[in-house]
C-alpha cells in the first residue's frame, strides 16, 4: 500500500511512474493508463485511486484496497467501482490475474 510505484505484482506492466500524485502505468496491448492516488493510509493500510485516462471506453473507475488484520494474518479487501458496467468483467479478471501474481511475490519474500 505504501509504495504505489511497485507493481512486481500487477501482470502486463511494461512500467511504472509515480509522481506522488498521479501513477502512470504502461501496458503492453492495453496501451497507457493513469491513476490519481485519492489516499494512501500506511497507518491503516489503504489506498484509493481512480483511473482517469485510458485507451477505451471507461468512463468512471473507483478503486480501493485494504488490508485487515485478521486471525490467520490478514486479509486483502479491494473493491472497484466501473462505469460502463460492461467492462466489469474486464476489470475483474485482471483483478484476479493480480492477486495470483500477489500470492507469488508474497510467497517469494517470506
Known sequence: ?????????????????????????????????????LLRDDSSKKIEYTCFESPGALESHHASMHVVDSDNGCRLLWEAKIEPVELEAFVKESMEGSLVQLEKVLETSL
Do not use: N, Q, Y
Not at 505484482?9 to 503492453?28: A, K, M, Q, T
Open 1 to 37: 500500500m505504501g509504495t504505489p510505484d511497485r507493481v512486481d505484482w500487477v501482470p502486463g506492466v511494461e512500467s511504472c511512474h509515480f509522481d506522488g500524485e498521479v501513477r502512470s502505468l504502461i501496458l503492453p496491448g492495453a496501451g497507457a493508463i493513469k491513476e490519481r492516488i
